[in-house]
């Protein structure tokens, strides 16, 4: 049982440039997020989905792009980097308001 | 929208007890959590208790809420040095949309 897994581990984009992060959960879960994390900061929730085919917007979507086509993945779209977009980024799975369940992170550095 | 504030730092010696607190501002919380994060690793549950209990017991860890202050701690009896890691406080609330909001995490470092 894998849980939450976020692929890659580790990126380094140059500004201008997109990517995507891809969350994969095996656990059946309704909600899936995303947070980003900063120093002194938490954890902060980009966007976030109730179920397959419906995203939401968090406390700080912009800049971001999301899409949930299968219930269990939930992608997150950087269209065109920036500095300030260098965080940790975490993925989460949960069914309903219950435990949720993260990944173990993105290291993401935009040059 | 929600807030939930925590101090940055604690330290300890192994062996004492280790008190971390976290204050909220959602009158409508319904459940509150206690994360830890360990370097390099995502966030793993510790606990959690429903807003209409006081305290929770789980061997090594007691959790206190004070509704009418807002007010939630995580106490660790005979802190090791395998406790260092930083803590998140996070609660769960209908003012929320029902989204987990964090704090910004207490960094607990045991000294042996």
């Known amino acids: 049982n894998a849980g939450v897994t976020q692929t890659p581990k580790f990126r380094v984009l140059k500004t201008g440039q997109s990517m995507t992060l891809l969350c994969a959960q095996d656990?059946?879960?309704?909600?899936m997020y995303w947070y980003r994390q900063d120093p002194g900061m938490g954890l902060r929730l980009i966007h976030y989905?109730?179920?397959?085919?419906?995203?939401a917007k968090g406390e700080v979507p912009d800049g971001y792009n999301v899409s949930r086509l299968k219930k269990q993945n939930f992608l997150l779209g950087l269209e065109s980097a920036a500095p300030s977009q260098t965080s940790v980024y975490f993925c989460?799975?949960?069914?309903?308001?219950?435990?949720?369940?993260f990944g173990q992170g993105t290291r993401l550095t935009v040059v | 929208g929600e807030d939930v504030e925590q101090s940055l730092f604690l330290s300890v010696r192994e062996g004492d007890s280790s008190v971390i607190n976290c204050t909220y501002t959602?009158?409508?919380?319904?459940?509150l959590y206690w994360y830890k994060q360990e370097p390099g690793a995502g966030l793993q549950l510790l606990t959690y208790?429903?807003?209409?209990?006081d305290m929770k017991q789980d061997q090594r860890l007691t959790v206190l809420l004070n509704k009418k202050d807002k007010h939630l701690s995580l106490r660790i009896a005979d802190t090791q040095t395998g406790d260092s890691a930083i803590y998140f406080c996070?609660?769960?609330?209908?003012?929320?949309?029902?989204?987990?909001?964090f704090g910004g995490g207490t960094r607990l470092m045991v000294k042996p």
């Open positions: 959602d009158s409508s919380s319904t459940y």
């Open positions: 989460a799975s949960s069914y309903g308001t219950a435990e949720a369940f």
């Open positions: 208790i429903f807003s209409n209990m």
């Open positions: 989905s109730v179920g397959e085919g419906t995203t």
């Open positions: 656990m059946n879960h309704e909600y």
């Open positions: 996070a609660e769960i609330g209908l003012n929320a949309g029902n989204m987990l909001t």
